[in-house]
C-alpha cells in the first residue's frame, strides 16, 4: 500500500468514525451498524435540507420495534424523507415542523402536493397542523381523495378553526362506525358544519342524517 493510498484509507477511517459518533444513540442502540449509518446519513441530509428529522428516528425505532429487516427500515426511512421534503416544498419554506410532518402524513395518505398548497392559500397565517391531520385521518378512514380534499378545502376557505376541523373527523368517525358509506358521512358532515351550513328548511336536516321522525326547524349554521 503506497502512501498515498493509506492517507486516503486513514481519512475514510476517521470521516467513518466521525459520522458514527454523530450519530443519534437511540440508533445505535436499536440497529445493525450498517442500518444505523444508513439511517444516520438519511437523517443528516434531512437536518442539512431543514427538514423535521425526529419523523425519521421514530420511523426507524419503529421499525426495529417491528423486527423488520434493515433494508426495509432504510427504504421506509428513505421514503418519509421524501415526503418530507415534498410537504415542505408545497407548504412553502415558512410551514413549522409541525406542518411538515402532518403534511407528509397527508402524502403519504394519499393526498397531492397541489392539496397542500391549496389549503396553504386558503389559511393563509394559520396553522395548518390540525387540518392536515384531519385530511390524513379521513382518507385513512375510507373517505374518497377528492371528497376529503374538498370537505377541508371547505372549512378552511369559510375560516374554521381547529375545534372544528377536529369535531368534522370525529362526527365523520362516528357516522362510519354507524354504517353511512365514507364518501357520505364526509359529505354530509361538512356541508352541516357551522361554519358552511346554508339556511336551513323545516327538515333539512333530518334528510342530511337520516332521521324520519318529526323535526323542529334549526336556526342557520347549526345541525340538531
Known amino acids: 500500500m503506497n502512501a498515498r493510498l493509506a492517507t486516503l484509507v486513514a481519512l475514510a477511517l476517521l470521516v467513518g468514525a466521525a ?24 437523517v443528516a441530509s ?32 428513505r421514503a418519509l424523507a421524501q415526503d418530507l421534503a415534498a410537504a415542505r416544498l408545497a407548504l412553502g419554506a415558512g410551514a413549522s415542523d409541525g406542518e411538515v410532518t402532518a403534511g407528509a402524513g397527508a402524502l403519504r395518505s394519499g393526498a397531492d402536493p397541489a392539496t397542500l398548497t391549496r389549503l396553504r392559500a386558503a389559511r393563509q397565517g394559520e396553522v395548518l397542523t390540525v387540518p392536515l391531520g384531519v385530511l390524513a385521518d379521513l382518507i385513512a378512514r375510507g373517505v374518497p381523495t377528492d371528497v ?24 365523520v368517525e362516528r357516522d362510519i362506525l354507524a354504517g353511512a358509506p365514507p364518501a357520505v358521512a364526509a359529505a354530509v358532515r361538512a356541508r352541516g358544519m357551522p361554519s358552511t351550513l346554508p339556511p336551513s328548511s323545516p327538515g333539512t336536516a333530518a334528510a342530511a342524517t337520516g332521521d324520519k321522525g318529526t323535526t323542529t326547524q334549526q336556526p342557520p349554521g347549526r345541525r340538531p
Open 148 to 171: 376529503a380534499t374538498g370537505a377541508v378545502l371547505a372549512l378552511a376557505r369559510s375560516h374554521a378553526s381547529d375545534a372544528e376541523f377536529v369535531a368534522l373527523g370525529r362526527n
Open 46 to 77: 434531512a437536518r442539512t435540507a431543514g427538514l423535521p428529522v425526529e419523523p425519521l428516528v421514530d420511523r426507524a425505532l419503529e421499525g426495529a420495534s417491528k423486527g423488520a429487516a434493515g433494508s426495509r427500515i432504510v427504504a421506509a426511512v
Open 19 to 42: 459520522s458514527l459518533s454523530a450519530q443519534d444513540p437511540r440508533l445505535t442502540a436499536r440497529l445493525d451498524a450498517a442500518t444505523a449509518a444508513e439511517i444516520g446519513a438519511i
